[in-house]
């Protein structure tokens, strides 16, 4: 392996380890690659293959979830796609074997969690009424879930290096210890948003602290 590509390699075994082990328990039905591209000396960007400008919808501050969701699904922007239609967004840039962004981001429609043969029921009964089809899950109280790392525009505080971002709120940065993995957001999404604290995840990549001391006497997260 290339000493100049280890991290961009490491980065996508780890995605695919994760959603084989996600296949293998039923929680993804579907999947993008994650395509690299050189982007000049040194520098990369990993994202799902056929990302298109459809993705920075979730950006728009003046549109409900319902649209949000419904294009990415439509467009199919995402890397990988939960049973109940939620949706995974994984993005990297990377110079000279050092991650410079990173985005994690998790959206569902609903906070009602339902099972996997709730579902299945539920595609059994709309096959039966219109001769095929997918459930349409309600609108209800979204989950939007997002990590990134951005070191380069990095303001102590205000932009810590590392932060949590929740329900999409333009300024909500809360400071994280250091960069989250693939594998430990995945671990929280489980956790979290679907109860479940049986699988075993190992994670792969292991990054540095670079919270500041000014952050840590704030609200933040010390995972």
Known sequence: ????????EQLIQEFITI????????????????????????CYDLTWSGRSSEANITFDTNLEITPIVNTLLKEEQFSLLFYDKSILQ?????EKNQ?????????????Y???????????????????GGWFEEETGIPIFLRVDYDPVNHRDIEHAKSHFVISN???????MKKNLSLTKFVEL?????????????KEIIEHPVEITDNEQLVMHLNW
């Open 189 to 201: 999404i489980l956790h979290q948003v679907y109860n479940d604290y049986e699988m075993d995840l």
């Open 99 to 111: 991650i410079t962004k990173q985005r994690l981001q998790f959206i569902k429609k609903s906070s």
């Open 169 to 175: 709120i333009k300024d909500c940065r809360i400071p």
């Open 90 to 94: 994984v993005e990297y840039k990377l």
């Open 19 to 42: 959603y084989s082990i996600l296949y293998e328990n039923n929680y993804i039905i579907e999947h993008r690659d994650l395509s690299c591209k050189c982007t000049g000396d040194e």
């Open 113 to 131: 969690i339902r099972s996997i043969d709730e579902i299945c029921k539920l595609e059994g009964e709309v096959t039966e009424v219109e001769g």
């Open 1 to 8: 392996m290339s000493s100049k590509r280890k991290v961009v």
